[in-house]
Protein backbone atom coordinates (compact mmCIF):
# COMPACT_ATOMS: atom_id res chain seq x y z
CA UNK A 1 0.00 0.00 0.00
CA UNK A 2 2.85 2.53 0.83
CA UNK A 3 4.45 3.11 -2.79
CA UNK A 4 0.59 3.87 -3.97
CA UNK A 5 -0.27 6.48 -1.55
CA UNK A 6 0.33 9.27 -3.64
CA UNK A 7 -1.34 8.00 -6.50
CA UNK A 8 -4.52 6.76 -4.81
CA UNK A 9 -7.61 7.94 -6.31
CA UNK A 10 -10.69 7.19 -3.66
CA UNK A 11 -8.47 8.49 -0.93
CA UNK A 12 -10.78 9.13 2.31
CA UNK A 13 -10.51 9.59 6.02
CA UNK A 14 -10.87 5.61 6.39
CA UNK A 15 -7.97 5.57 4.22
CA UNK A 16 -5.93 7.79 6.63
CA UNK A 17 -7.20 6.18 9.54
CA UNK A 18 -5.67 2.58 7.78
CA UNK A 19 -2.38 4.42 7.06
CA UNK A 20 -1.69 6.06 9.96
CA UNK A 21 -2.48 2.93 11.92
CA UNK A 22 -4.72 5.13 14.33
CA UNK A 23 -7.38 3.11 15.44
CA UNK A 24 -4.78 0.35 16.22
CA UNK A 25 -2.01 2.45 18.66
CA UNK A 26 -4.56 4.98 19.78
CA UNK A 27 -7.01 2.10 21.77
CA UNK A 28 -10.30 3.89 20.58
CA UNK A 29 -9.06 7.27 21.84
CA UNK A 30 -8.37 8.79 18.62
CA UNK A 31 -10.40 9.07 15.30
CA UNK A 32 -10.67 11.32 12.09
CA UNK A 33 -14.06 13.30 11.54
CA UNK A 34 -15.53 14.34 8.23
CA UNK A 35 -13.35 17.53 8.24
CA UNK A 36 -10.62 15.21 8.11
CA UNK A 37 -8.90 16.93 11.64
CA UNK A 38 -7.73 14.23 14.09
CA UNK A 39 -10.18 13.89 16.71
CA UNK A 40 -9.99 12.53 20.73
CA UNK A 41 -13.11 10.44 22.18
CA UNK A 42 -11.50 9.85 25.75
CA UNK A 43 -14.86 8.15 26.92
CA UNK A 44 -15.33 6.16 23.06
CA UNK A 45 -17.77 6.61 20.81
CA UNK A 46 -20.55 7.32 22.61
CA UNK A 47 -18.49 10.35 24.65
CA UNK A 48 -17.75 13.71 23.56
CA UNK A 49 -15.17 14.17 20.69
CA UNK A 50 -12.82 16.75 20.42
CA UNK A 51 -11.57 17.84 17.32
CA UNK A 52 -7.75 19.01 17.65
CA UNK A 53 -7.43 21.60 15.59
CA UNK A 54 -10.48 23.36 17.75
CA UNK A 55 -7.71 23.09 20.56
CA UNK A 56 -5.18 24.48 18.06
CA UNK A 57 -7.27 27.46 17.44
CA UNK A 58 -8.39 27.97 21.15
CA UNK A 59 -4.28 27.68 21.63
CA UNK A 60 -3.84 30.31 18.91
CA UNK A 61 -6.63 32.63 20.40
CA UNK A 62 -4.86 32.61 23.86
CA UNK A 63 -1.50 33.64 22.01
CA UNK A 64 0.73 30.62 22.77
CA UNK A 65 3.12 29.92 20.61
CA UNK A 66 3.99 26.63 19.87
CA UNK A 67 5.17 23.67 19.58
CA UNK A 68 2.46 22.92 22.44
CA UNK A 69 1.80 19.99 24.70
CA UNK A 70 -1.38 19.30 24.96
CA UNK A 71 -2.85 16.62 27.92
CA UNK A 72 -6.22 15.27 27.43
CA UNK A 73 -6.83 14.82 31.09
CA UNK A 74 -9.91 12.42 30.42
CA UNK A 75 -7.97 10.12 28.57
CA UNK A 76 -5.73 9.92 32.19
CA UNK A 77 -8.97 9.48 34.19
CA UNK A 78 -10.40 6.63 31.84
CA UNK A 79 -7.21 4.61 31.86
CA UNK A 80 -6.83 5.26 35.74
CA UNK A 81 -10.03 3.61 36.19
CA UNK A 82 -9.94 0.78 33.27
CA UNK A 83 -7.27 -0.53 34.90
CA UNK A 84 -8.51 -0.65 38.25
CA UNK A 85 -12.23 -2.16 36.65
CA UNK A 86 -10.20 -4.22 34.49
CA UNK A 87 -8.65 -5.96 38.13
CA UNK A 88 -11.75 -5.73 40.18
CA UNK A 89 -13.93 -7.16 36.99
CA UNK A 90 -11.26 -10.37 37.05
CA UNK A 91 -11.10 -10.77 40.56
CA UNK A 92 -15.19 -10.84 41.07
CA UNK A 93 -15.12 -13.26 38.20
CA UNK A 94 -12.76 -15.71 39.55
CA UNK A 95 -13.65 -15.50 43.38
CA UNK A 96 -9.89 -14.64 43.81
CA UNK A 97 -9.63 -14.07 47.57
CA UNK A 98 -7.55 -10.72 47.83
CA UNK A 99 -8.08 -7.42 46.56
CA UNK A 100 -6.08 -5.04 44.37
CA UNK A 101 -4.06 -2.03 45.48
CA UNK A 102 -2.53 -0.27 42.49
CA UNK A 103 0.47 2.15 42.62
CA UNK A 104 1.05 4.62 40.62
CA UNK A 105 5.07 4.91 40.17
CA UNK A 106 6.03 8.93 39.85
CA UNK A 107 8.90 8.36 37.87
CA UNK A 108 6.82 7.60 35.16
CA UNK A 109 5.66 11.75 35.31
CA UNK A 110 6.00 13.49 38.22
CA UNK A 111 4.07 16.24 36.85
CA UNK A 112 2.00 17.94 40.08
CA UNK A 113 -1.06 18.04 37.80
CA UNK A 114 -0.74 14.23 36.29
CA UNK A 115 -0.29 12.80 40.13
CA UNK A 116 -3.48 14.58 41.33
CA UNK A 117 -5.20 13.71 38.52
CA UNK A 118 -4.52 10.19 38.95
CA UNK A 119 -5.24 10.07 42.47
CA UNK A 120 -8.71 11.60 42.18
CA UNK A 121 -9.59 9.36 39.22
CA UNK A 122 -8.14 6.33 41.24
CA UNK A 123 -9.48 7.28 44.84
CA UNK A 124 -12.29 4.82 44.60
CA UNK A 125 -10.23 2.23 44.42
CA UNK A 126 -7.82 3.73 46.57
CA UNK A 127 -4.94 3.88 44.27
CA UNK A 128 -1.59 4.51 45.81
CA UNK A 129 1.37 5.86 44.67
CA UNK A 130 5.06 4.53 44.48
CA UNK A 131 8.46 6.47 45.19
CA UNK A 132 12.04 6.04 44.02
CA UNK A 133 13.96 8.29 45.74
CA UNK A 134 13.95 11.20 48.42
CA UNK A 135 12.48 13.58 46.38
CA UNK A 136 9.62 11.63 45.27
CA UNK A 137 8.66 10.29 48.50
CA UNK A 138 8.33 13.59 49.78
CA UNK A 139 5.87 14.70 47.40
CA UNK A 140 4.13 11.09 47.94
CA UNK A 141 3.58 11.79 51.79
CA UNK A 142 1.85 14.81 50.91
CA UNK A 143 0.25 14.20 48.59
CA UNK A 144 -0.83 10.12 49.14
CA UNK A 145 -3.07 10.94 52.79
CA UNK A 146 -5.58 8.13 51.50
CA UNK A 147 -4.96 6.05 54.98
CA UNK A 148 -6.23 2.91 52.93
CA UNK A 149 -3.86 3.40 49.65
CA UNK A 150 -0.12 2.01 49.65
CA UNK A 151 2.38 4.47 49.74
CA UNK A 152 5.34 1.72 48.25
CA UNK A 153 8.94 3.11 49.06
CA UNK A 154 11.60 1.71 45.74
CA UNK A 155 15.23 2.29 45.04
CA UNK A 156 18.58 2.25 47.09
CA UNK A 157 17.88 4.33 50.47
CA UNK A 158 19.84 6.16 52.62
CA UNK A 159 19.06 7.09 56.40
CA UNK A 160 17.22 10.20 55.46
CA UNK A 161 14.95 8.26 52.81
CA UNK A 162 14.26 5.77 55.53
CA UNK A 163 13.78 8.22 58.26
CA UNK A 164 11.09 10.15 55.55
CA UNK A 165 9.10 6.36 55.00
CA UNK A 166 9.00 5.86 59.09
CA UNK A 167 7.58 9.60 59.27
CA UNK A 168 4.66 7.92 56.87
CA UNK A 169 4.22 5.32 59.48
CA UNK A 170 4.08 7.54 62.28
CA UNK A 171 0.94 9.35 59.96
CA UNK A 172 -0.85 5.48 60.07
CA UNK A 173 -0.15 5.81 56.54
CA UNK A 174 0.72 2.13 54.78
CA UNK A 175 3.69 2.82 53.51
CA UNK A 176 6.15 0.08 52.64
CA UNK A 177 10.07 0.34 52.47
CA UNK A 178 11.17 -2.38 50.08
CA UNK A 179 14.28 -4.14 50.50
CA UNK A 180 16.49 -3.81 47.26
CA UNK A 181 19.53 -4.53 48.82
CA UNK A 182 20.19 -6.92 51.90
CA UNK A 183 22.28 -4.28 54.04
CA UNK A 184 18.62 -1.86 53.91
CA UNK A 185 17.44 -4.51 56.47
CA UNK A 186 19.20 -3.78 59.48
CA UNK A 187 19.55 -0.38 59.29
CA UNK A 188 15.63 -0.02 58.53
CA UNK A 189 15.32 -2.12 61.28
CA UNK A 190 17.55 0.26 63.81
CA UNK A 191 15.57 3.34 62.59
CA UNK A 192 12.19 2.05 63.11
CA UNK A 193 13.36 0.87 66.90
CA UNK A 194 14.78 4.38 67.66
CA UNK A 195 11.66 6.54 66.03
CA UNK A 196 9.48 3.57 68.26
CA UNK A 197 7.54 2.43 64.68
CA UNK A 198 6.07 -1.06 63.65
CA UNK A 199 7.99 -0.85 60.01
CA UNK A 200 6.51 -1.82 56.84
CA UNK A 201 9.07 -4.29 55.16
CA UNK A 202 8.83 -5.17 51.34
CA UNK A 203 11.67 -7.71 49.77
CA UNK A 204 12.40 -7.24 46.12
CA UNK A 205 13.10 -10.92 44.76
CA UNK A 206 16.02 -10.76 41.77
CA UNK A 207 14.11 -13.17 39.57
CA UNK A 208 15.94 -15.48 37.20
CA UNK A 209 13.36 -14.88 34.07
CA UNK A 210 14.62 -12.03 32.07
CA UNK A 211 11.99 -9.40 30.74
CA UNK A 212 11.55 -8.95 26.92
CA UNK A 213 11.49 -5.82 25.17
CA UNK A 214 14.34 -2.45 25.53
CA UNK A 215 14.53 -2.68 29.02
CA UNK A 216 15.30 -6.11 29.77
CA UNK A 217 18.59 -5.44 32.20
CA UNK A 218 16.36 -4.13 34.61
CA UNK A 219 15.12 -8.07 34.95
CA UNK A 220 17.27 -11.29 35.05
CA UNK A 221 20.21 -12.23 37.45
CA UNK A 222 22.14 -9.28 36.60
CA UNK A 223 19.55 -6.80 37.62
CA UNK A 224 20.70 -3.74 39.56
CA UNK A 225 17.65 -4.24 42.03
CA UNK A 226 16.48 -7.12 44.38
CA UNK A 227 17.78 -9.76 46.58
CA UNK A 228 18.96 -13.06 45.00
CA UNK A 229 17.62 -16.28 46.82
CA UNK A 230 20.57 -16.57 49.27
CA UNK A 231 20.13 -12.98 50.28
CA UNK A 232 16.27 -13.54 50.67
CA UNK A 233 16.57 -16.09 52.93
CA UNK A 234 19.49 -14.27 54.92
CA UNK A 235 16.56 -11.14 55.23
CA UNK A 236 14.29 -13.68 56.27
CA UNK A 237 16.76 -15.01 58.94
CA UNK A 238 17.22 -11.89 60.49
CA UNK A 239 13.56 -11.10 60.64
CA UNK A 240 12.99 -14.65 62.52
CA UNK A 241 15.63 -14.20 65.16
CA UNK A 242 14.41 -10.47 65.68
CA UNK A 243 11.04 -11.35 66.02
CA UNK A 244 9.97 -8.92 63.47
CA UNK A 245 8.38 -11.81 61.60
CA UNK A 246 4.86 -9.68 60.80
CA UNK A 247 6.38 -6.95 59.42
CA UNK A 248 7.39 -8.62 56.40
CA UNK A 249 4.15 -7.33 54.96
CA UNK A 250 5.07 -7.75 50.68
CA UNK A 251 6.92 -9.61 48.35
CA UNK A 252 8.29 -7.56 45.35
CA UNK A 253 9.92 -8.30 41.79
CA UNK A 254 9.92 -6.61 38.77
CA UNK A 255 10.41 -8.48 35.37
CA UNK A 256 11.34 -5.10 33.28
CA UNK A 257 9.75 -2.22 32.06
CA UNK A 258 7.58 -2.44 28.60
CA UNK A 259 7.31 -6.10 28.38
CA UNK A 260 6.41 -6.73 24.79
CA UNK A 261 5.90 -10.65 24.90
CA UNK A 262 3.16 -12.48 27.07
CA UNK A 263 5.25 -15.48 27.61
CA UNK A 264 7.75 -13.95 29.70
CA UNK A 265 5.29 -12.52 31.74
CA UNK A 266 3.85 -15.62 32.71
CA UNK A 267 7.47 -17.04 33.30
CA UNK A 268 7.88 -14.68 35.92
CA UNK A 269 4.43 -14.73 37.38
CA UNK A 270 5.07 -17.81 37.76
CA UNK A 271 8.22 -17.85 39.22
CA UNK A 272 7.44 -15.29 41.50
CA UNK A 273 4.73 -16.93 43.29
CA UNK A 274 5.91 -19.75 43.96
CA UNK A 275 8.27 -17.16 45.65
CA UNK A 276 5.58 -15.86 47.49
CA UNK A 277 4.09 -19.04 48.95
CA UNK A 278 7.55 -20.41 49.73
CA UNK A 279 7.46 -17.71 52.39
CA UNK A 280 4.05 -18.08 53.52
CA UNK A 281 4.65 -21.42 54.20
CA UNK A 282 8.21 -20.27 56.52
CA UNK A 283 5.39 -18.28 58.45
CA UNK A 284 6.19 -15.08 57.28
CA UNK A 285 2.35 -12.99 56.98
CA UNK A 286 2.73 -11.46 53.53
CA UNK A 287 -0.53 -9.48 52.52
CA UNK A 288 0.72 -7.80 49.24
CA UNK A 289 1.94 -9.59 46.04
CA UNK A 290 3.99 -6.81 43.98
CA UNK A 291 4.43 -7.44 40.50
CA UNK A 292 5.82 -4.39 39.94
CA UNK A 293 5.93 -2.29 36.26
CA UNK A 294 6.19 -3.85 32.59
CA UNK A 295 2.43 -3.74 31.55
CA UNK A 296 3.16 -2.18 27.80
CA UNK A 297 1.87 0.10 25.89
CA UNK A 298 1.46 -0.68 22.05
CA UNK A 299 2.97 2.62 20.31
CA UNK A 300 3.24 0.92 17.03
CA UNK A 301 -0.16 -0.67 17.05
CA UNK A 302 1.37 -3.49 15.62
CA UNK A 303 0.26 -6.24 18.87
CA UNK A 304 4.09 -8.28 18.11
CA UNK A 305 6.88 -8.50 20.24
CA UNK A 306 8.91 -5.27 18.66
CA UNK A 307 10.43 -2.90 21.27
CA UNK A 308 7.67 -0.47 20.87
CA UNK A 309 4.83 -2.76 20.50
CA UNK A 310 3.18 -5.46 22.55
CA UNK A 311 1.44 -9.19 21.89
CA UNK A 312 -0.94 -8.72 24.58
CA UNK A 313 -3.82 -6.36 26.12
CA UNK A 314 -4.92 -5.03 29.52
CA UNK A 315 -7.61 -7.36 29.94
CA UNK A 316 -5.53 -10.82 28.99
CA UNK A 317 -2.61 -9.32 30.87
CA UNK A 318 -4.68 -9.04 34.29
CA UNK A 319 -6.30 -12.16 33.75
CA UNK A 320 -3.53 -14.41 33.18
CA UNK A 321 -2.12 -12.59 35.89
CA UNK A 322 -4.84 -13.14 38.84
CA UNK A 323 -5.25 -16.70 37.65
CA UNK A 324 -1.62 -18.17 37.43
CA UNK A 325 -1.60 -16.45 41.32
CA UNK A 326 -4.42 -18.10 42.52
CA UNK A 327 -4.02 -21.23 40.99
CA UNK A 328 -0.27 -21.44 42.63
CA UNK A 329 -2.07 -20.35 45.44
CA UNK A 330 -4.19 -23.08 45.61
CA UNK A 331 -1.23 -25.45 44.62
CA UNK A 332 0.76 -24.06 47.42
CA UNK A 333 -2.32 -24.01 50.24
CA UNK A 334 -1.36 -20.44 50.78
CA UNK A 335 -4.01 -17.56 51.47
CA UNK A 336 -4.17 -15.55 48.02
CA UNK A 337 -2.77 -12.52 48.54
CA UNK A 338 -3.65 -8.73 47.71
CA UNK A 339 -2.19 -7.56 44.23
CA UNK A 340 0.27 -4.59 43.70
CA UNK A 341 0.80 -3.32 40.18
CA UNK A 342 2.84 -0.27 39.47
CA UNK A 343 2.03 0.30 36.00
CA UNK A 344 2.70 3.97 35.01
CA UNK A 345 3.05 3.87 31.06
CA UNK A 346 -0.03 1.79 30.52
CA UNK A 347 -1.95 4.89 32.86
CA UNK A 348 0.08 7.72 31.47
CA UNK A 349 1.04 7.33 27.78
CA UNK A 350 -2.07 8.27 26.08
CA UNK A 351 -2.77 11.63 27.49
CA UNK A 352 -0.41 13.35 26.02
CA UNK A 353 1.10 14.76 22.80
CA UNK A 354 2.78 17.84 21.42
CA UNK A 355 1.46 19.76 18.63
CA UNK A 356 4.02 20.51 16.27
CA UNK A 357 3.96 23.13 13.32
CA UNK A 358 6.00 22.63 9.75
CA UNK A 359 7.32 25.97 9.03
CA UNK A 360 9.34 24.60 5.58
CA UNK A 361 10.85 21.30 4.14
CA UNK A 362 14.07 20.47 2.40
CA UNK A 363 13.37 18.98 -0.88
CA UNK A 364 16.47 17.35 -2.75
CA UNK A 365 16.65 17.52 -6.46
CA UNK A 366 13.31 19.10 -6.52
CA UNK A 367 12.94 22.19 -8.94
CA UNK A 368 16.33 22.81 -10.69
CA UNK A 369 14.29 24.07 -13.77
CA UNK A 370 16.53 27.20 -13.81
CA UNK A 371 20.14 25.21 -13.77
CA UNK A 372 18.98 23.03 -16.42
CA UNK A 373 17.36 25.50 -18.48
CA UNK A 374 20.88 26.83 -19.33
CA UNK A 375 22.79 25.40 -22.29
CA UNK A 376 25.44 23.06 -21.52
CA UNK A 377 29.46 23.87 -22.58
CA UNK A 378 30.55 20.07 -21.36
CA UNK A 379 30.57 17.35 -22.45
CA UNK A 380 29.77 15.34 -19.38
CA UNK A 381 26.25 17.95 -19.20
CA UNK A 382 25.39 16.63 -22.20
CA UNK A 383 26.39 12.81 -21.28
CA UNK A 384 24.37 13.19 -18.30
CA UNK A 385 21.41 14.93 -20.07
CA UNK A 386 21.21 11.93 -22.80
CA UNK A 387 21.22 9.95 -19.72
CA UNK A 388 18.02 11.62 -17.72
CA UNK A 389 16.21 11.70 -21.82
CA UNK A 390 16.85 8.40 -21.87
CA UNK A 391 15.59 6.80 -19.04
CA UNK A 392 12.70 4.63 -18.90
CA UNK A 393 11.38 1.03 -17.56
CA UNK A 394 13.93 -0.91 -19.62
CA UNK A 395 17.30 0.46 -18.77
CA UNK A 396 16.53 2.00 -15.13
CA UNK A 397 19.66 -0.27 -13.70
CA UNK A 398 21.84 0.56 -16.83
CA UNK A 399 21.01 4.32 -16.96
CA UNK A 400 22.02 4.48 -12.80
CA UNK A 401 25.06 3.24 -13.19
CA UNK A 402 25.99 5.64 -15.92
CA UNK A 403 24.51 8.23 -13.98
CA UNK A 404 26.80 7.53 -11.00
CA UNK A 405 29.70 7.34 -13.13
CA UNK A 406 29.22 10.47 -14.48
CA UNK A 407 28.33 12.59 -11.44
CA UNK A 408 31.87 10.92 -9.92
CA UNK A 409 33.90 12.20 -13.48
CA UNK A 410 32.29 15.90 -13.03
CA UNK A 411 33.75 15.98 -9.31
CA UNK A 412 37.27 14.49 -10.40
CA UNK A 413 36.82 17.26 -13.26
CA UNK A 414 35.81 20.22 -10.93
CA UNK A 415 38.62 18.96 -8.26
CA UNK A 416 41.31 19.38 -11.32
CA UNK A 417 39.71 22.78 -12.30
CA UNK A 418 38.71 21.40 -15.25
CA UNK A 419 34.58 22.07 -14.77
CA UNK A 420 33.35 25.17 -13.69
CA UNK A 421 30.74 25.82 -10.62
CA UNK A 422 27.72 26.28 -12.89
CA UNK A 423 28.61 23.07 -15.41
CA UNK A 424 29.13 21.05 -12.04
CA UNK A 425 25.78 22.72 -10.59
CA UNK A 426 23.88 20.99 -13.38
CA UNK A 427 25.39 17.49 -13.32
CA UNK A 428 24.38 17.22 -9.98
CA UNK A 429 20.33 19.05 -10.49
CA UNK A 430 20.31 16.44 -13.66
CA UNK A 431 21.58 13.23 -11.60
CA UNK A 432 19.00 14.25 -8.65
CA UNK A 433 16.28 14.66 -11.27
CA UNK A 434 17.35 10.90 -12.94
CA UNK A 435 17.22 9.40 -9.30
CA UNK A 436 13.39 11.15 -8.58
CA UNK A 437 12.39 9.76 -12.12
CA UNK A 438 13.49 5.89 -11.38
CA UNK A 439 11.90 5.92 -8.36
CA UNK A 440 8.82 7.20 -10.02
CA UNK A 441 9.19 4.22 -12.33
CA UNK A 442 10.13 1.70 -9.62
CA UNK A 443 7.13 2.58 -8.58
CA UNK A 444 4.88 2.08 -11.47
CA UNK A 445 6.55 -1.32 -12.45
CA UNK A 446 5.04 -4.42 -11.42
CA UNK A 447 8.20 -6.69 -11.04
CA UNK A 448 10.67 -5.82 -8.36
CA UNK A 449 13.24 -3.30 -8.90
CA UNK A 450 16.99 -4.18 -8.00
CA UNK A 451 18.37 -3.33 -4.76
CA UNK A 452 20.88 -0.71 -5.83
CA UNK A 453 18.24 2.00 -6.37
CA UNK A 454 16.03 0.45 -3.24
CA UNK A 455 17.91 3.02 -1.17
CA UNK A 456 16.56 6.24 -3.11
CA UNK A 457 12.90 6.38 -1.05
CA UNK A 458 14.79 7.54 1.84
CA UNK A 459 17.78 9.04 0.11
CA UNK A 460 14.96 11.36 -1.74
CA UNK A 461 12.66 11.63 0.75
CA UNK A 462 11.46 15.48 1.70
CA UNK A 463 12.56 17.04 5.04
CA UNK A 464 9.72 18.62 7.15
CA UNK A 465 11.31 21.06 9.23
CA UNK A 466 9.00 20.74 12.34
CA UNK A 467 9.32 23.62 15.29
CA UNK A 468 10.27 21.22 17.81
CA UNK A 469 13.20 19.42 19.53
CA UNK A 470 13.22 15.60 19.54
CA UNK A 471 15.63 16.01 22.67
CA UNK A 472 13.36 18.05 24.63
CA UNK A 473 9.71 16.02 23.76
CA UNK A 474 10.63 12.66 22.60
CA UNK A 475 14.23 11.76 23.98
CA UNK A 476 13.25 8.31 23.86
CA UNK A 477 13.17 8.20 20.14
CA UNK A 478 16.50 9.35 19.90
CA UNK A 479 18.03 7.57 23.03
CA UNK A 480 16.72 4.05 22.17
CA UNK A 481 15.05 4.35 18.89
CA UNK A 482 11.35 4.28 20.94
CA UNK A 483 8.82 4.52 18.19
CA UNK A 484 5.92 7.31 18.53
CA UNK A 485 2.63 7.66 16.84
CA UNK A 486 2.99 10.87 14.25
CA UNK A 487 0.02 12.00 12.26
CA UNK A 488 -1.11 15.06 10.43
CA UNK A 489 -3.76 16.56 12.82
CA UNK A 490 -6.10 18.02 9.42
CA UNK A 491 -6.26 17.37 5.57
CA UNK A 492 -6.41 13.48 6.64
CA UNK A 493 -9.35 13.59 3.81
CA UNK A 494 -6.90 14.56 1.48
CA UNK A 495 -4.10 12.08 -0.49
CA UNK A 496 -0.69 13.05 1.09
CA UNK A 497 1.41 13.41 -1.77
CA UNK A 498 4.80 13.71 -0.07
CA UNK A 499 7.08 11.32 1.07
CA UNK A 500 9.00 12.41 4.07
CA UNK A 501 10.82 12.39 7.53
CA UNK A 502 10.65 14.79 10.16
CA UNK A 503 13.99 16.85 11.03
CA UNK A 504 13.92 19.31 14.47
CA UNK A 505 15.80 22.89 14.82
CA UNK A 506 18.43 21.63 17.21
CA UNK A 507 21.83 22.07 15.77
CA UNK A 508 22.08 18.49 15.94
CA UNK A 509 22.26 15.44 13.11
CA UNK A 510 20.74 13.32 15.37
CA UNK A 511 17.74 16.15 15.89
CA UNK A 512 15.31 13.93 13.68
CA UNK A 513 12.50 11.13 13.25
CA UNK A 514 13.07 9.05 10.44
CA UNK A 515 11.52 5.69 11.66
CA UNK A 516 7.49 5.48 11.48
CA UNK A 517 5.39 3.40 13.26
CA UNK A 518 3.50 0.53 10.61
CA UNK A 519 0.92 -1.91 11.55
CA UNK A 520 3.46 -4.58 9.90
CA UNK A 521 7.20 -3.04 10.50
CA UNK A 522 8.47 0.40 11.07
CA UNK A 523 9.03 2.08 8.23
CA UNK A 524 11.73 4.77 7.32
CA UNK A 525 9.73 7.43 5.61
CA UNK A 526 5.94 8.64 6.11
CA UNK A 527 3.31 10.27 3.64
CA UNK A 528 2.59 13.80 4.14
CA UNK A 529 0.70 16.31 2.79
CA UNK A 530 1.98 19.13 0.11
CA UNK A 531 2.79 21.93 2.29
CA UNK A 532 0.46 25.16 1.28
CA UNK A 533 2.12 28.68 0.84
CA UNK A 534 0.18 30.73 3.74
CA UNK A 535 -1.33 28.11 5.68
CA UNK A 536 -0.32 26.29 8.39
CA UNK A 537 0.41 22.28 8.33
CA UNK A 538 0.53 20.58 11.90
CA UNK A 539 1.30 17.28 12.79
CA UNK A 540 0.87 15.86 16.12
CA UNK A 541 3.47 13.19 18.21
CA UNK A 542 1.70 11.53 20.24
CA UNK A 543 1.80 8.66 23.37
CA UNK A 544 4.30 10.97 25.15
CA UNK A 545 3.12 11.03 28.63
CA UNK A 546 4.79 8.62 30.04
CA UNK A 547 8.77 9.38 31.00
CA UNK A 548 9.19 11.84 27.83
CA UNK A 549 8.24 15.26 30.63
CA UNK A 550 10.67 14.55 32.93
CA UNK A 551 13.52 12.99 30.78
CA UNK A 552 13.78 16.01 28.03
CA UNK A 553 17.14 18.10 28.03
CA UNK A 554 17.57 21.47 27.06
CA UNK A 555 19.83 20.77 23.84
CA UNK A 556 20.53 24.17 22.17
CA UNK A 557 18.99 25.19 24.89
CA UNK A 558 15.10 24.57 23.79
CA UNK A 559 13.93 24.34 27.15
CA UNK A 560 9.64 23.04 28.43
CA UNK A 561 7.24 24.07 25.44
CA UNK A 562 3.95 25.47 26.34
CA UNK A 563 1.72 23.21 27.59
CA UNK A 564 -2.38 23.01 28.19
CA UNK A 565 -4.51 20.99 30.20
CA UNK A 566 -8.29 19.89 28.01
CA UNK A 567 -10.89 18.81 29.54
CA UNK A 568 -14.61 17.54 28.15
CA UNK A 569 -17.39 19.52 28.53
CA UNK A 570 -20.29 18.24 27.35
CA UNK A 571 -21.98 21.96 27.18
CA UNK A 572 -19.62 23.54 25.16
CA UNK A 573 -20.16 23.86 21.78
CA UNK A 574 -17.01 22.48 21.00
CA UNK A 575 -17.10 19.28 24.01
CA UNK A 576 -14.02 21.35 25.59
CA UNK A 577 -12.80 23.47 27.49
CA UNK A 578 -8.78 24.87 28.72
CA UNK A 579 -8.66 24.48 31.95
CA UNK A 580 -4.99 25.13 32.77
CA UNK A 581 -2.37 26.80 30.54
CA UNK A 582 1.22 26.21 31.76
CA UNK A 583 3.52 28.80 30.04
CA UNK A 584 6.88 26.94 28.86
CA UNK A 585 10.47 28.34 30.11
CA UNK A 586 11.31 31.70 28.53
CA UNK A 587 15.20 31.99 27.19
CA UNK A 588 15.88 33.97 30.82
CA UNK A 589 14.60 30.40 32.47
CA UNK A 590 17.00 28.53 30.59
CA UNK A 591 19.66 30.80 30.92
CA UNK A 592 19.42 30.71 34.68
CA UNK A 593 19.55 27.20 35.46
CA UNK A 594 23.12 27.65 33.36
CA UNK A 595 24.10 30.68 35.63
CA UNK A 596 24.08 32.67 32.86
CA UNK A 597 21.94 35.50 34.62
CA UNK A 598 19.97 37.69 32.38
CA UNK A 599 20.26 41.85 34.11
CA UNK A 600 24.22 40.77 33.79
CA UNK A 601 23.98 39.78 29.92
CA UNK A 602 22.09 42.82 29.33
CA UNK A 603 24.13 45.31 30.67
CA UNK A 604 27.34 43.65 28.90
CA UNK A 605 25.34 44.14 25.59
CA UNK A 606 24.22 47.56 26.74
CA UNK A 607 28.07 48.50 27.57
CA UNK A 608 28.74 47.26 23.69
CA UNK A 609 26.18 49.46 22.52
CA UNK A 610 26.98 52.86 24.40
CA UNK A 611 30.17 52.53 23.42
CA UNK A 612 29.33 52.20 19.47
CA UNK A 613 27.05 55.38 20.32
CA UNK A 614 29.55 57.29 21.89
CA UNK A 615 31.95 56.50 18.63
CA UNK A 616 28.60 57.87 16.69
CA UNK A 617 28.44 54.36 15.19
CA UNK A 618 25.01 53.60 16.11
CA UNK A 619 22.35 56.50 17.02
CA UNK A 620 20.88 57.28 20.38
CA UNK A 621 17.60 56.12 19.39
CA UNK A 622 18.52 53.04 17.70
CA UNK A 623 20.77 51.91 20.72
CA UNK A 624 17.39 52.24 22.80
CA UNK A 625 15.58 50.04 20.28
CA UNK A 626 18.54 47.58 20.12
CA UNK A 627 18.93 47.08 23.90
CA UNK A 628 14.92 46.73 24.32
CA UNK A 629 15.27 44.33 21.31
CA UNK A 630 17.86 42.31 23.30
CA UNK A 631 15.60 42.44 26.72
CA UNK A 632 12.63 41.17 24.75
CA UNK A 633 14.01 38.21 23.63
CA UNK A 634 15.21 37.09 26.58
CA UNK A 635 12.19 37.09 27.91
CA UNK A 636 10.91 35.55 24.71
CA UNK A 637 9.74 31.71 24.18
CA UNK A 638 13.25 29.41 23.37
CA UNK A 639 11.61 28.19 19.89
CA UNK A 640 10.86 29.83 16.58
CA UNK A 641 8.24 31.66 16.39
CA UNK A 642 6.13 32.77 13.52
CA UNK A 643 3.66 35.08 13.46
Not at 223 to 228: D, E, I, N, S
Not at 374 to 396: C, G, Y
Not at 477 to 498: C, D, K, M, T, Y
Not at 623 to 642: A, N
Request: with cysteine; glycine share 8%.
Amino acid sequence: MDKEIAKQKDWSTLSAIDYYNIHNWGSGYFTVNEKGNLTVQPYGETGPRIDIMDVVDEIRDKKLSFPCVVRFQDILRSRVELLIRTFEKHIKEMNYGGAYFGVYPIKVNQMREVVEEILDAGAFGHLGLEAGSKGELLSVLAYNTDLEALTICNGFKDEEYVRLALLGRKLDRKVIVVIEKLSELPELLRLAEEMKVEPHIGLRARLSTKGAGKWTSSSGDSAKFGLTVPEIIQATDLLKSLGKMECLKLFHFHAGSQLTDMRVIKEAMNEGARMYAKLCKMGFPVEYFDVGGGLGVDYEGANSTSQSSMNYTMDEYIADLIYNLQQICKDEEVPEPHIVSESGRAVTAHHSCIIIPVFGSIQLGHDYADILGKSDHSQIVTEMRKIFQNLSDANIQESYHDANAKKEDALAAFRLGILDLEERAKVEALYWQICRKILELRGSRKKKAAKETSHLKELLADQYLANFSVFQSAPDHWAFGQLFPLVPLHRLNENPSRRGTLVDITCDSDGKIAKFIDAVAPKNTLWLHDLKPGEPYYIGLFMLGAYQDIMGDMHNLFGRVNEVHVFCDDEDPEDFYLEEVIPGDSISDVLVRLQYFPSELAKSVKRAIDEKIKTGAIKPKEGVTLTDFYEQILKSYTYLVHR
